[in-house]
């Protein structure tokens, strides 16, 4: 028996429509905290994002969520192009200027509550995004370059080791304290991970 049998998913505000809430849910982090439980179901209202809620089917209880959004990444440094634009040396010589705008899956916010921390559930959720993000691509043809991330550095570990990487301008620069740090993983890479 696998040990995410008991785990379902919905949308926030399929989830909030029957006896369920999220006031108990607890990551650790107040911002993530705050987002799902003030902001989420009436961003998901107004198309500003998607909230997908991974919760215990016998209990409701929130184990997880994940929330996103379609976004242009504005791509300015060389070494980043390199990433999305496959003879990018050529593309530069034939007028392409130092910034690439190219369509990303925004994972805005990512959450697992502090008793299900360190049980793979994260793992599980990114598994589920790339499993849409794959079906989205190959079965509906979806543009996108890839999931982009914008990383708190107490989460860095974890997309690292989904092999996401840094935007230039962050690239394991931790000397700069920052808030966040922009990560992307391209959908070649996300789509071979699943379809080995």
Do not use: W
């Not at 607890?26 to 991974?54: P, Y």
């Not at 620069?173 to 920052?178: A, L, Y």
């Amino acid at each position: 028996m696998n040990k995410f049998d008991n785990i379902d998913v919905a949308e926030i505000n399929s989830f909030l429509y029957g006896p369920n809430d999220l006031k108990n849910f607890n990551c650790g982090n107040q911002a993530i905290n705050q987002f799902l439980i003030n902001d989420a179901s009436e961003s998901d209202k107004q198309f500003q994002s998607v909230t997908q809620v991974f919760f215990e089917k016998d209990t409701g209880e929130v184990i997880g969520f994940c929330s996103t959004v379609i976004d242009i990444l504005s791509i300015t440094y060389m070494n980043d192009i390199k990433y999305f634009v496959s003879d990018y040396i050529e593309s530069v010589q034939n007028g392409l200027s130092e910034n690439l705008n190219v369509p990303v899956l925004h994972l805005l916010f990512l959450g697992v509550d502090l008793k299900y921390q360190h049980l793979h559930v994260g793992t599980a959720i990114i598994n589920y995004l790339f499993d849409k993000f794959s079906d989205a691509y190959l079965n509906d043809k979806t543009g996108l370059a890839g999931i982009k991330v914008d990383a708190f550095p107490d989460a860095i570990e974890f997309y690292d080791k989904f092999r996401f990487f840094y935007l230039s301008g962050s690239d394991n620069d931790f000397s700069i304290p920052r808030k966040t740090y922009p990560m992307i993983k391209q959908a070649i890479s996300i789509i071979s991970s699943q379809y080995k």
